[in-house]
């Protein structure tokens, strides 16, 4: 290891040596790899947590800019999956350290093979459906995760010690909001500051129980307001013994075993929606772009190909699955498939 | 969001009830006397999916919030859960 590169971290008293050679032993998985993911992946990056697996299932755009932070213009341009880019940002700015980029839709199938052998879960993403999903994986398998959400100016951040610590369940014991009864990105905006804070105390959080530090983590709900500077703490400490948990008392995992689930979401601020079909076939894109040449204006580079036909932009991965820009109505971007891609 | 709240929780007074005022994220909100929790998230029109609920600085978990009854000048912190990012 280089001594100086993280000089000033192992000054800090808590980290120290034996803390950073702790770091440099870890491997985080980072779910996400939008605005929150960037801060996070740029920060344990820096740090020196040696392995950072990096799952994001979208390409970039411009509106993306504003909030995530390992990106650029250039970045936009190259069509590039967000996971892909990520990884070559980070390699140059810590050439010392492993990244994994996975681009994928994390989901029920493949979330034990991604959290595999990792030490501690970054909660990236931008929806609650998929955080009980790894609220589902953390508990069975005791993974240390953190929660992280942002709206707005408003952002919130929990950290999760399974079995010892109350999970996301214990909170929210009824599961995720049903879908469409909640604000998005897209109707209710998203401050960078907000996004920056809370994937800062995450990382932060995560260097505390990768470096040997468990005893230090936040046990409350940590609650951030940037537009009144309102900084509020709710102590959950206790929580776990008051409620009788489904998840992590009754070691039900209703995500994880497919019981709960969708294969389709709106992508928060993007005007766009992710078909996943459950029982997709890989699609052959070669194939496929020159059949739709006549159809629209076809792009195409080693892990996407993106069709623009009308109003539309449809993206199309080689697992099968796609990204309709241009509509946040799922049956409207279910039929756009079915009609240029198939059933 | 609490200008939202107050406007809201107005027009549902009920005429005829006892009414009491709690304190909501630092602002009064009038509510019936014996109001529960869930009353008052009903009131607020809050999502009860996504929400943390202290009284006077305790959580109380989702599960209690039927059952939970209110009292005059109980101090509470509602917030809701985002899921963005």
Redesign the interface.
Known sequence: MNNDRYSRQVRYPAIGDAGQEALGQSTALIVGCGALGSVIANTLARAGVGTLRIVDRDFLETSNLQRQMLYDEADVESNLPKAIVAAEKLRRINSSIVVEPHVVDVDAANIEALSKGVDVILDATDNFEIRFLINDVAVKHSIPWIYGGCLGADGQTMTILPNTSACLRCLMLEGPPLPGTMPTCDSAGILASIINVIGSIQANEAMKILSGNKQSISKSLTIVELWQNQFRQMDVSKLRDQVDCPTCKGRQFDWLDGRQGSHSAVLCGRNAVQLSPPERQPLDLEKLASSLESVGQVTRNRFLMKLAVDDFELTLFPDGRAIINGTEDVAVARKLYAQYVGN | MLAIWLKRSSKSATIGTMKMEVNVNGDRVEVPENATIEQLLGQLDL????I?V?VN?Q?Q????HGTFVLNQDDRL?I?T?????
């Open positions: 999502n009860t999916r996504a943390a202290e600085e959580l978990p989702r599960d209690t912190e917030v859960l985002v899921g963005g990012g």
